[in-house]
């Protein structure tokens, strides 16, 4: 039941109502609606609390000005940060799907797991290198303006920006995976012991253990007065506790899909169909079966093609019955089609960023071997 969950979480995206903002660098730029109350909170907060204690004297609307100027820029300081990671997970070809702000701050979204400790070390550490850059020069600059009399309503933001990008800088190195410090953790365990399951479970424990400091430190912080800060440390803690133990899981999945090659989880008497069938024929053998997201169109055992089930049924012509299969044939095999050499856990990963149920095995360059359903592959999981 346990792996059933875990698989299913995998198939999971963490986040559903996001909306892509901008491109930056050729990333998509993506917010999560959940970031709306953080960035609420924080314009509060500031208008409020932080400057109209700190530089008293202004009306309202300057406080909530400089709050809501202060938050984007702390949100543009995340991106920063992120953009930071993603740049260098690029140069090591990496792809990264995008960057996404949520609630807790930012995540670049990187397609794989980095091939070698060093690069895991160097895309995990540029990131808190970053913000302590940022830091630095935020600080310099509210105090070299303030020598030079700039507005002090602009020094006290750069304060503000200086000291939360400091902040960030080192929470984000404190060595509990799956923070960057975590990362950075495993990459030289993993250097050291050469072995990646073993370095993701001790920091990972180590994450969990720091998830469960941060709870405890707020409820402490709620019983002693601070109810705001302790509940926020709360939902952080639990944030962290949850992430580790899923990135462990995945790992453990990873390892476990890796030893199963795709020869053992073959399906050979699945549907198929050539270039002139009809679409008629085809939906009639469809009947009463699973749906795939699409079917091989084969000739002579060769894979030619695959039919997308979603362009078929988009359409609405009359007579449509009769057309054939190879009007709607996409012939890019490369986008549903793996090497009999291939592993389970490259199946499901070309599955999963792909978005397909199933995939298609070949022997040589185009001989059709047989299918690999995710269905399969999860079932496989349940079993172990
Ligand atoms: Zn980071």
């Known amino acids: 039941m346990r792996n059933r969950c875990v698989a299913a979480q995998l198939e999971d995206t963490m986040f559903r109502r996001r909306l892509e903002i901008f491109r930056l660098f050729g ?3 993506r917010v999560d609606l959940s970031w ?15 400057f109209p204690s700190n530089h008293p004297g202004l009306p309202v609307s300057a406080y909530w000005a400089m709050g809501f100027v202060a938050a984007m820029g702390l949100f543009a300081s995340v991106l920063f940060h992120e953009l930071a990671h993603s740049l260098v997970a690029r140069h090591y070809s990496i792809q990264i799907d995008g960057i996404t702000l949520f609630i807790f701050g930012g995540v670049a979204e990187m397609r794989e797991e980095s091939p ?9 550490v540029v990131g808190p290198i970053a913000s302590l850059i940022l830091a630095a020069t935020f600080l310099f600059l509210s105090r070299w303006g303030s020598s030079l009399e700039w507005n002090r309503s602009l020094l006290w933001i750069f304060y503000y920006l200086g000291i939360m990008n400091g902040i960030l ?11 960057d410090g975590g990362r950075v953790f495993r990459s030289i365990l993993w250097a050291i012991k050469r072995d990646y399951l073993w370095a993701t479970k001790v920091s990972a424990i180590i994450g969990q253990g720091f998830g469960w400091l941060l709870v ?4 402490v912080s709620i019983v002693r007065g601070s109810p705001m800060d302790g509940l926020w440390l709360v939902l952080i803690g639990f944030f962290l506790k949850q992430a580790s133990s899923r990135s462990l899981e995945q790992v453990k999945i990873q390892r476990q899909l890796e030893k199963i090659p795709v020869s053992e989880i073959l399906d050979t008497n699945e549907l198929h169909f050539g270039p002139h069938d009809r679409l008629v024929d085809v939906f009639s053998q469809l009947e009463h079966r699973r749906i795939h997201t699409q079917y091989p169109i084969v000739r002579e055992g060769n894979l ?10 988009a359409l609405k012509d009359p007579g449509w019955e009769y057309r054939e299969v190879k009007e709607f044939i996409d012939t890019d095999i490369d986008i549903v089609a793996l090497s ?5 856990w490259q199946a499901f990963q070309k599955m999963r960023n792909r978005g397909l149920s199933s995939l298609y095995i070949l022997e040589g360059d185009q001989h059709l071997k047989g299918w690999v359903t ?4 999860l079932n496989r999981l349940k079993l172990t």
């Open 27 to 29: 990333f998509p730029i």
């Open 36 to 50: 709306l109350i953080i960035l609420f909170l924080v314009t509060y907060s500031l208008a409020a609390g932080f």
């Open 116 to 124: 070698s400790p060093k690069v895991e070390f160097l895309v995990a």
């Open 169 to 179: 800088g080192i929470f984000n190195l404190v060595p509990a995976f799956p923070l």
């Open 216 to 219: 405890g430190w707020g409820a």
């Open 304 to 313: 030619v093609g695959f039919l997308p089930i979603m362009k078929v049924h």
């Open 340 to 344: 009999q050499g291939a592993n389970a």
């Open 374 to 377: 995710m269905e399969k592959i």
